[in-house]
Every structure is written in C-alpha cells, then in structure tokens.
C-alpha cells in the first residue's frame, strides 16, 4: 500500500501540444527510471482505462516511467467515432507526444517504448517508423498491427504481439503482421484468455510479459 502512495504521489499532469490541439495525460517518472512507456489506447478507451492503469502500475515497479494519455482533445471525443479508425491522424499524435518526451527535462534521457491496444497498436507501429532512432520497444495487448499497413516492413523497434487464445480472428490479423515484421519479434496468445483479457489471471499474465520486454529493450 505504501509503494502504491509513494508512485502516486509521483504523478504529474501534462498538457502536451500536438498538431494543433493539446493532449491530456498521466506522467509517472519513478527515481532510477531504466525507460519511458508511452500508452497508445484502443478504438472508444481513454487514458483512464482501468486495464492500461493496471498494466502502467506493474511497470512503474519495474523501474520503468509511464505515460497514460488521451489521443483525442476534449472537444473530439464526443465525435470520437469518425478518429477511432483514422490511424494516420493517431500515429501522427504519437509522434508529437514521442517529440515532446524527447524535449522534457524529465524524460529526455529515456528510452522510449510504446505499449498499444486495439488500434492504438497500429497507430503505434506506424508512429515508430518515423522516428526508429528513438523508439527500442512495442507491445501490443489485443492489437490490430495490421492496420498499420505497408509501414510494417519498416517497423525496426522489438515488437511483441499478445494475443487471447480466443480472440480468433485478432489472432489471425496478428500473425499476417508478424510475417511482415522484419525487427526482432515475438507473438504471445494467452490460452483462455478473450479479447479484453478479463479472464482470471490474463491480464496479469499480459503486465509480466509486456515488463519483461520492456525492460530488456529499454534498459541503458
């Protein structure tokens, strides 16, 4: 409970200027950080997703800083509908949340990873091409990297890919992607386990893979 406290009071709001809107977001910078986690959320979520707010505290206590933030300014999510599937609009937010982590004077130093869900993981994958010089590391939790298009040859970040076993035809979408891939890669299905990842144990199955990952591509 104490660790807990302790991160939280760690938190710190930003407003991140980004293509002519500004984004919201949750910055948790934990003292000896060994990388950054940019969180790209999935198709109707929020940076308040409490699945994304899960996986985010697992990894603050593996030493790795967070960024839980909206992908949408105030005045769009009521007619989120017509962004949800606009991943060019999405990468390129991204991209400009990715620049303005580079220029913080907190996370400057960092390595930069992003952790993707639904259609935030084809946005991400597309985001990393622009800037392969700086993002080391992907995962994606119930992704649809297929989304991402033709910049999936050019993708050069560590990618893995978590999947349910049952999220049948993600799973399909998901492997056609991983052929395309050429960067290290790996893909993960969690038996039992549906496309929320609801099911006892999966979700934390999902926290301790994306950790492992993160801290062997995002480590000095």
């Known amino acids: 409970m104490n660790g807990i406290a302790e991160k939280n009071q760690q938190e710190r709001l930003v407003l991140v200027p980004t293509h002519a809107v500004h984004l919201e977001g949750s910055l948790v910078v934990p003292e000896g950080a060994q990388g950054i986690v940019l969180f790209a959320h999935g198709s109707g979520s929020s940076r308040y997703s409490p699945r994304n707010h899960y996986i985010a505290k697992v990894l603050q206590d593996a030493n790795l800083a967070t960024l839980l933030i909206d992908l949408l300014a105030r005045k769009e999510v009521a007619n989120d509908i017509q962004f949800r599937f606009d991943i060019p609009l999405l990468s390129n937010r991204i991209l ?16 930069i990873g992003y952790f993707g869900a639904s259609t935030g993981a084809g946005a991400a994958l597309l985001a990393s091409t622009r800037r392969p010089d700086i993002v080391q590391a992907i995962v994606s939790r119930g992704g649809r990297p297929d989304l991402a298009g033709k910049a999936l040859p050019l993708v050069r970040a560590s990618t893995l890919l978590i999947v349910g076993g049952h999220d049948y035809p993600v799973i399909a979408m998901n492997r056609e992607a991983l052929a395309q891939i050429p960067s290290e890669k790996r893909l993960e299905i969690i038996p039992g386990a549906t496309h929320l990842f609801q099911e006892p144990g999966a979700l934390e199955e999902v926290a301790q893979l994306a950790s492992e990952w993160f801290k062997q591509y995002l480590a000095p």
């Open 96 to 111: 400009g949340i990715t620049n303005w982590l580079t220029q913080d004077p907190e996370t400057k130093h960092l390595k």
